[in-house]
């Protein structure tokens, strides 16, 4: 049994916690909130039976193994250094950073005190993209990698109305290059490694965020193109173009279906059973290297998690997009 505290009291927690709860060597033991009333309103609704108020204290003590870190972006690389500097293993939401230095030091701590320290992005674990993986070599050499992930934000309502909520705030290092380019850049960065040129461009918006924006990569016998946004929506799927055929994504942050188109007309089905509980995997893949004694996973790896703020770093810079993150050793 693998005893977990949570960090955050987000929607993305509850999530978590529901898809978890279907893996049975998962025991949820203590939680973390900045409020005591938040705390004890989140603890009696989920059953926790120890809640924390102090992040010191918490990560001192004894009444979990794991800790699940879903709160602002910024503070991802602080709060996983404590925890691990405490022997605590770590599954920290995308993005995993707010720079690349965040996650060497991260890194870094893992390695200093023997732990797991993995990227919850969940994409990249789901048995469709398993999928992906193993029937890639059927389209031939590739050419294009196509993703786009633009979903209009709620939030951005309130922000036309004048509140800067938290996901229009560069002080969290938020923006749509981070909650959503993410999910199109890190699947990327597993099939193919890193790009040897990258070209961006975005719209910053009047608090300091980038609303939308598109990046343009160059691999040595490839290109591939990344569409994001917050402030408009795209219902169009992804692709990886080949030259004897293109493989089809419905959603490159969840891909529910996936299927070849050949170039002779034909079609070929890949879709795999998925559990409606997408965050299922990304659990059971951290809980399974724990109980396997290894400190990083080879899909959602600390190589790949470093690519993908490499490549996000560099797009930030090149659109001029900077977080208080940034200004801090």
């Not at 691990?84 to 707010?98: D, Q, R, T």
């Not at 059927?138 to 939030?155: D, E, L, M, N, T």
């Not at 965020?209 to 591939?224: C, H, N, Q, R, T």
């Not at 879709?271 to 080879?298: C, H, N, W």
Request: overall charge negative.
């Amino acid at each position: 049994m693998i005893r977990f505290a949570v960090i955050g009291t987000n929607w993305i927690t509850e999530e978590l916690i529901k898809a978890a709860r279907e893996i049975e060597d998962f025991a949820l033991t203590a939680v973390y909130s900045r409020t005591e009333e938040k705390a004890k309103e989140f603890a009696a609704k989920h059953d926790i039976p120890h809640l924390f108020t102090d992040l010191g204290k918490m990560a001192q003590s004894d009444v979990f193994d794991a800790v699940y870190i879903a709160s602002p972006n910024s503070f991802h690389a602080q709060q996983a250094i404590l925890c691990m500097s405490h022997g605590k293993h770590v599954l920290c939401e995308k993005p995993i950073a707010s720079n690349t230095q965040e996650l060497r030091n991260m890194i870094a701590a893992a390695k200093e005190n023997h732990v797991l320290l993995m990227e919850a992005l969940k994409s990249t674990l789901l048995p469709n993209f398993q999928a992906i993986r193993e029937h890639l070599h059927k389209i031939g050499p590739v050419r294009r990698y196509f993703a786009g992930y633009c979903q209009y934000s709620s939030r951005y309502d309130a922000y036309k109305q004048g509140t800067v909520l938290n996901a229009f705030n560069p002080v969290f290092s938020n923006g749509s290059l981070m909650d959503l380019g993410v999910y199109c850049i890190y699947p990327m960065a597993v099939l193919f490694g890193k790009p040897e040129q990258i070209k961006a461009s975005g719209i910053l918006l009047g608090s300091g965020v980038d609303g939308e924006g598109s990046i343009l990569m160059k691999y040595k016998e490839m290109e591939a193109v990344i569409m994001h946004s917050k402030i408009s929506s795209s219902y169009l799927p992804s692709e990886i173009q080949g030259e004897y055929g293109t493989m089809i994504i419905d959603k490159i942050n969840q891909p529910e279906k996936v299927e070849i188109r050949y170039r002779d007309g034909k079609v070929e089905e890949l879709t795999r059973p998925q559990r409606s509980q997408s965050m299922y995997y990304e659990v059971k893949e951290f809980i399974d290297l724990l109980k396997a004694g290894r400190t990083e996973s080879a899909t959602n790896s600390h190589a790949h998690s470093m690519t993908t703020l490499e490549i996000m770093d560099e797009a930030r810079q090149q659109i001029g997009l900077q977080f208080p993150a940034d200004q801090e050793k």
